[in-house]
């Protein structure tokens, strides 16, 4: 009876340090969101009505995927895009392509997958030791951009809000400012293809930090044939719980890219047992 009783609690015990099954992804409906290559459209790019006409529309309220997402594709202008206004120093070949996101959670833990192709062809190749990077940031509720006397909330804005004219690998701007924002902060977690490289648990909010977070990230990936295959488990903690509806935005550095010179989403929310554009699915 008492080795029972304690082979119970030894179980109990390795539940309670967070032993926990993979969720069935057969079960986990895809998303396909399309990533693009943003050039150098900051948040106060975004946010000047001479550059950007979709200024007036982010102050009444409306999302960049309410305005720029058509039938899963993207109207950029792809032309645009590529001139010397938006992208001074180069193109990638491949100015956007499609992520496969899959999203699942259980009593603890939030389980996220992509699923891509990451093109090769970059206009930057300065991370020598990484192919590829992928990134998953989530706002907490504080997340806002000013507008004037007005202030916008980071749902609408994703991950724009950390996004400035005056950070690294912007035009003429400090090689040592990263991301961060005015309000409030982003959970950031980064898988990195390296073989060895740790799972990246940090934070943007007047800094960007790649490590320091609380949410346990863990990140598994790998390559079959160029497509690519990352796992992130993280604690649904900070940003993330049950019955919440959290901002994220995610970003793919491909072909050894570093800095801006990344394909980012646009932002989209996810329901955890709530609302959202993509709703976890509960295991
Ligand atoms: C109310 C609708 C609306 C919203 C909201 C909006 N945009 Fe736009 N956006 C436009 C329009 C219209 C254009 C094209 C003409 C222009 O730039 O004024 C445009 C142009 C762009 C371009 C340049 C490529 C092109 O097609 O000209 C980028 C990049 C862009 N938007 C990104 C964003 C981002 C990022 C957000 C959210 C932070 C956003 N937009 C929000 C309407 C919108």
Redesign the pocket.
């Known amino acids: 009876m008492k080795k029972t009783s304690l082979s119970l609690a030894v179980a109990g015990v390795m539940l309670a340090a967070g032993a926990h099954a993979a969720p069935d992804w057969s079960k986990v409906p895809k998303r396909d969101i399309q990533v693009f290559h943003?050039?150098v459209?900051s948040?106060e790019w975004?946010m000047k009505k001479s550059?950007?006409?979709?200024r007036?529309?982010?102050v009444k309220g409306?999302?960049?995927v309410?305005?720029?997402e058509e039938k899963g594709g993207l109207?950029?202008?792809m032309k645009?895009?590529a001139g010397k206004d938006?992208e001074p120093v180069g193109t990638p070949k491949t100015m956007s392509f499609p992520v496969s996101l899959q999203a699942a959670y259980d009593k603890d833990s939030a389980y996220i997958r992509l699923t891509f192709k990451a093109p090769e062809g970059g206009a930057n190749k300065d991370d020598k030791e990484n192919a590829v990077k992928a990134t998953v940031l989530f706002a907490n509720d504080k997340v806002a951009v000013a507008a004037g006397d007005k202030s916008v909330p980071g749902a609408?804005?994703?991950c724009?809000a950390t996004c400035h004219s005056d950070a690294r690998t912007m035009p003429g701007a400090d090689d040592k400012k990263t991301k961060y924002t005015k309000d409030g902060a982003y959970e950031l977690m980064q898988w990195q293809s390296a073989k060895g490289a740790k799972a990246v648990d940090g934070s943007v909010s007047d800094k960007r930090q790649m490590d320091g977070g609380t949410a346990g990230v863990k990140a598994e990936g790998d390559n079959k044939g160029g497509t690519y295959t990352v796992t992130f488990t993280r604690k649904l903690n900070g940003a993330l719980g049950e019955g919440k509806t959290v901002p994220f935005g995610f970003a793919i550095h491909a072909d050894h890219a570093t800095g801006r010179f990344h394909h980012v989403s646009?932002?989209y929310t996810l329901g955890f047992g709530a609302d959202g554009d993509i709703k976890a699915v509960k295991q």
């Not at 550059?51 to 979709?54: C, E, K, L, Q």
């Open positions: 943003a050039g459209t948040i975004a550059d950007h006409s979709g007036t529309g982010l409306e999302t960049c309410g305005c720029h109207n950029f202008d645009r895009m938006l609408q804005v994703g724009w646009m932002g």
